[in-house]
């Protein structure tokens, strides 16, 4: 294994040389729109053995996780060496080696929350990609208002007895596990009574039915739960649910606040898709000519990249805010801004690619499948109305009656 | 780059500044100001000097505290906070920076306040260095300026003044201007104030043969832009940071007012029609923070290279105090729109800040010509 924490070498010279041996040079060359993202997991069919080998190298470095610890499968990069490695990714054209909602959710809330011995066994498995994890947190009841959730999981002694269903989970059909919210106290506030469970998708009992999307893929399902017998235990000191029992509302919140500060980083102009990569400058330099000229458009663009560059700075500033000391509540902010300007920027690419744009699968690719998809930003991880109810509420302390 | 942040020492230079503000230019004293027809007041001047604000951007081997942009900017904010009225960005930090781009020995005077410039660029309703028409025309060593200069900030009481003019070149060329340093009270130049809603010093020069020498350029002949360029980035950065501490000030009596005000047997704050647009509007505040932050840090740190860091500030800057204080008077309701009640002058301060040294979309188009578009 590297130790980049330790090793004296300039860290950005360092890294770089380690991308350029490790990153596969035809994963670099290939455009990004016919890259696949890699999510990992026991059934993943990697698209080609350049994408196994740099996930492999990557995850045997920590890099697939480079912030967490050495111990837990990370790097245990600093946020300025992080920092260095993502721009060196960017400048050398290497694929991020894989995407989870592991890596994203379910780590950091182990992190913040789980014991010495359950993040030894979850977290090296998520940083390799071995597991792929699901996050079971909305049912058909509890959308916004989430902790009216009512699945629940009866205490049998040894194990905990899990009936109801979930839905929106997404890729729960190829997921190995998932984190769950569940209720193990009905007597109890609804708050107080529910707890964060890890639960293994191939158990007795689970099933899940998926769901089409207006994009017309179908990332997400119902998942069922019939009689799951879930282990109270997975060895000793890993208990199937994290933090305490009763008290998975604080692991809920917690994992909540890293999805929304993730979900809102599209804001920052970054995102993938139809750019692939390009700043929308540089795009929209590539279009037909004369498309700019429109008056309207052409102000729009010129909002957008304003309010763009803007965000990515507040999006820097707030990481640095998380690591002097936190940013709470705050974090709504950047869920609420960052998806709602990501529907801008896509309505936007829309109207400039104008009747190229409408085809799903036309010369702009899927850029109306990426635009739809946007459209799910403000709903997931909280909706734009309880972001803003949030800021009211526990940033600006507005009264609630 | 460094973070966007503030640093212990910035914490503490923000507090400080806001302390005294508080107490010495809070927003009665603008009323003040105002009833009373001055556009600032000379003693509160005195204090910023004392303090090392006006020598904000001056070496301190000329007597300056050399604290730089982002420093600049921390008290900016804070003084459009409480909108404390002086001619700070004109003279401490437009003109402190062009001297200093031109190593000027006038510098000192801006430091410990003694000297105060205005920056006479404008001649039309819109903001545009290039659009310069006011001549200098040539005269054996001598030049002669006529021509007429509007919305000069601080204009009406500068003792100096720091005057763009085209010595070659067409109007639309940024090449062919020459920034003079000259006495506001020279032979055949005239100074009439003009009403700002903002009720502050804006006024109108006109220039009939005004001479200059060799020894009144700040640069070089024909180059004015080289060193006025960066002064304008600096006072734009500037005046970005007032507005946006403008802003927060607006809001934060709003937000004050939506705890407070009962309709309805209800506090009006529980209202989540006001509420989802105060959070919305404390997010835009946030955003454009940032922006702030990031424009000190670049024209400290590559400052020729700081006009889109500069542009987006001004241009998020601007949007964010309309939306404040439009939401702000409508909140209000009809106590909003009276006189008597503060918001109006945040509301003509936004307004003014808004034309003064580009507005919106002047500077969205630099972010587009910056950004490829
Ligand atoms: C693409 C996608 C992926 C997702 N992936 C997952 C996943 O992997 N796992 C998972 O658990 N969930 C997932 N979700 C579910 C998502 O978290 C929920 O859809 C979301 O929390 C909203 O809940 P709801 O759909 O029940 O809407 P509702 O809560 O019924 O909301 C309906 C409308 O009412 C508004 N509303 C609700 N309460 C208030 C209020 N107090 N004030 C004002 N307005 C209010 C909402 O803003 C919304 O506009 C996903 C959703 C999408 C779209």
């Not at chain 1, 045997?60 to 060496?81: D, I, K, M, N």
């Not at chain 2, 000329?62 to 909108?83: Q, Y």
């Not at chain 2, 404390?84 to 000192?108: C, E, K, N, Q, W």
């Not at chain 2, 009481?157 to 020459?178: D, H, K, Q």
Request: glycine share 12%; with cysteine.
């Amino acid at each position: 294994m590297v130790d980049f924490a330790q090793d004296p070498q300039p860290f950005r010279e360092q890294i770089s040389a380690f991308i350029a041996e490790n990153c596969p040079k035809e994963l670099r060359d290939m455009p990004a729109s016919e890259r696949s993202v890699c999510w990992g997991g026991k059934r993943w069919v990697f698209s080609s053995p350049a994408q196994k080998s740099w996930l492999e190298a990557a995850s045997s470095a920590g890099l697939t996780a480079a912030r967490w610890p050495v111990a837990y499968g990370g790097a245990g990069l600093t946020r300025a060496q992080e920092k260095i490695f993502r721009e060196e990714m960017a400048r050398l054209k290497a694929p991020s080696p894989l995407e989870s909602f592991g890596l994203w959710m379910l780590g950091p809330a182990l992190l913040a929350f789980g014991t010495e011995e359950q993040k030894l066994h979850f977290l090296p498995q998520i940083t390799r990609g071995e597991i792929r994890w699901c996050q079971g947190y909305s049912e058909p009841g509890a959308g916004s208002d989430l902790a009216s959730v009512q699945t629940r999981a009866e205490d049998k002694g040894d194990h905990w007895l899990v009936n109801g269903s979930k839905i929106w989970t997404s890729y729960a059909d190829h997921a190995d596990w998932i984190f769950a919210l569940v209720r193990t106290d009905r007597e109890a506030p609804k708050h107080r009574g529910i707890s964060f469970m890890l639960i293994d998708m191939e158990s007795e009992g689970v099933s899940t039915k998926p769901i089409k999307l207006i994009s017309g893929y179908s990332p997400f399902c119902e998942t069922f739960f019939e009689n799951v017998k879930v282990p109270k235990s997975y060895g000793e000191n890993i208990p199937a649910q994290v933090g305490e029992v009763n008290r998975g509302w604080d692991v809920a919140k917690h994992l909540l606040t890293h999805e929304r500060t993730m979900i809102g980083g599209g804001g920052s102009g970054s995102a993938g898709g139809i750019l692939g990569g390009r700043s929308l400058g540089a795009f929209l330099g590539s279009l037909e000519e004369g498309v700019l000229d429109e008056p309207v458009i052409r102000s729009q663009a010129m909002e957008l990249e304003v309010d763009t560059l803007a965000m990515g700075m507040t999006l820097e500033r707030y990481k640095d805010m998380a690591k002097a000391g936190g940013v709470g509540n705050a974090s709504a902010m950047l869920k609420y801004y960052g998806t709602e300007l990501n529907k801008r920027r896509y309505e936007l690419l829309m109207s400039v690619t104008g009747s190229e744009g409408v085809e799903w699968d036309g010369p702009h690719g899927t850029v109306a499948a990426e635009w739809l998809r946007t459209k799910a930003n403000s709903i997931e991880g909280g909706t734009t109305e309880v972001m803003l109810d949030i800021i009211s509420k526990r940033v600006l302390e507005l009264p609630t009656k | 780059m460094t973070s966007l942040m503030l640093n212990e020492d910035e914490t503490m230079l923000r507090d400080s500044a806001r302390g005294f503000l508080d107490d010495a230019a809070p927003v009665k004293m603008l009323r003040t100001n105002r009833d009373s027809g001055r556009a600032y007041d000379p003693g509160f001047w005195k204090e910023m000097a004392q303090m090392g604000w006006t020598g904000v951007l001056v070496p301190e081997e000329a007597g300056g505290s050399d604290m730089g942009h982002r420093a600049a900017g921390i008290l900016a904010e804070e003084m459009g906070v409480t909108l404390a009225a002086s001619p700070f960005i004109s003279s401490a930090v437009m003109a402190a920076t062009a001297l200093r781009g031109a190593a000027s020995d006038r510098l000192s005077g801006i430091a410990d306040g003694s000297a105060i410039y205005a920056i006479a660029v404008d001649e039309g309703t819109k903001h545009g260095p290039e659009k310069t028409a006011l001549q200098a025309e040539r005269s054996g060593n001598a030049f002669r300026l006529s021509g007429r200069k509007t919305f000069v900030a601080d204009g009406g009481s500068a003792g100096r003044v720091l005057v763009l003019a085209r010595t070659a070149g067409a109007p639309g060329e940024a090449a062919g201007l020459t920034l003079f340093d000259l006495d506001a009270d020279r032979a055949g130049l005239s100074r009439s104030a003009r009403k700002t809603v903002d009720s502050r010093d804006h006024a109108q020069l006109d220039f009939d043969g005004v001479e200059a020498t060799g020894d009144d350029i700040v640069g070089e002949l024909d180059n004015g832009m080289a060193v006025l360029g960066l002064a304008l980035r600096a006072g734009q950065a500037a005046l970005s940071a007032e507005l946006t501490g403008l802003s927060a000030g607006a809001f934060a009596m709003t937000a004050g007012y939506l705890k407070e005000r009962k309709q309805f047997d209800r506090i009006i704050g529980s209202f989540q029609a006001l509420q989802h647009r105060a959070a919305h509007m404390w997010s835009e505040i946030e955003v454009t923070a940032s922006a702030i932050a990031n424009a000190g840090r670049v024209l400290d740190e590559s400052p020729d290279e700081s006009q889109l860091a500069v542009s987006v500030a001004k241009a998020r800057a601007t949007q964010t105090a309309k939306l404040v204080v439009s939401e702000g008077v409508q909140m209000h309701g009809g106590i909003g729109m009276t006189d008597e009640f503060d918001m109006g002058f945040f509301m003509k301060r936004a307004r003014v800040g808004a034309e003064w040294l580009g507005d919106y979309g002047y500077h969205a188009a630099k972010v587009a010509a910056a950004r490829g578009f």
